[in-house]
């Protein structure tokens, strides 16, 4: 931006990281960016396919008080169900067909079943406590997961907010960016995947995949996971 700050069109981020693990932003690193384009007169996008109603009902960008200028959002407005939306300041939206000339359609645009689903879905999150529930629930998992790594003496490192998770097997004491990332034990995790899933817990083959919790998770379930997780680390 110091260089071609004034050619830049916009800056398009995933406000929390899912597709290199689960990273969470540093403190300043958000507003900076909402600083550098408003410096440059450049739009700010959030991708918060993941991140939207699974961090929270406002998503990353309520959790972290930075408004975008537009935000993506994918088939959890759905419920599932293939659909995928973005909206953002009226000023922009406005360039959209019919009022505009960029044209924009799509087969499956306000399908039924899909709003149906995801109205269904809004107002369940909408619920009072839902994430406050949702996010104990990743906690027990992530922290039984945490006491077990330790009580086998396996270096471990864990993230989660609200709904989402990561994890990795690595001597760092923090993750803040793909490097780190990148120099966890990836062979251990591969391990620690095909151990679970031969206990019949389906983890995120990837070690670079952000885990979600479900509300339809209970205690049993979690439970379930751990003494699977305890028996898997034994082999580690």
């Excluded at 800056?11 to 550098?36: D, K, T």
């Excluded at 034990?185 to 151990?195: M, S």
């Amino acid at each position: 931006f110091e260089k071609f700050g004034d050619d830049i069109a916009s800056i398009i981020v995933e406000p929390i990281a899912g597709n290199m693990n689960f990273v969470l932003p540093s403190p300043e690193f958000l507003a900076g960016l909402r600083q550098i384009c408003d410096h440059h007169r450049s739009v700010l996008i959030f991708d918060e396919v993941m991140t939207g109603f699974r961090v929270g009902l406002t998503g990353a960008q309520g959790y972290y008080g930075v408004k975008p200028d537009l935000t993506a959002l994918g088939k959890v407005i759905g419920g599932g169900m293939p659909v995928g939306a973005v909206g953002g300041d009226r000023a922009i939206m406005e360039h959209l067909a019919p009022l505009g000339p960029v044209y924009q359609a799509g087969t499956l645009s306000g399908n039924p079943i899909a709003m149906t689903a995801g109205l269904a879905t809004l107002r369940h999150v909408s619920k009072p406590g839902f994430y406050i529930e949702l996010e104990k629930m990743t906690g027990t998992l992530i922290d039984g997961l945490r006491e077990r790594a330790s009580a086998h003496n396996i270096p471990f490192q864990a993230n989660y907010l609200g709904g989402m998770f990561g994890f990795l097997f690595t001597d760092k004491t923090e993750i803040l960016n793909y490097d780190d990332v990148k120099a966890s034990n990836v062979k251990r995790f591969q391990k620690f995947f095909h151990g679970m899933l031969a206990e019949g817990i389906y983890f995120a083959p990837s070690a670079f995949e952000a885990g979600f919790m479900s509300y339809a998770h209970h205690n049993e379930e979690i439970e379930l996971t751990l003494d699977a997780a305890d028996k898997v680390m034994q082999s580690l």
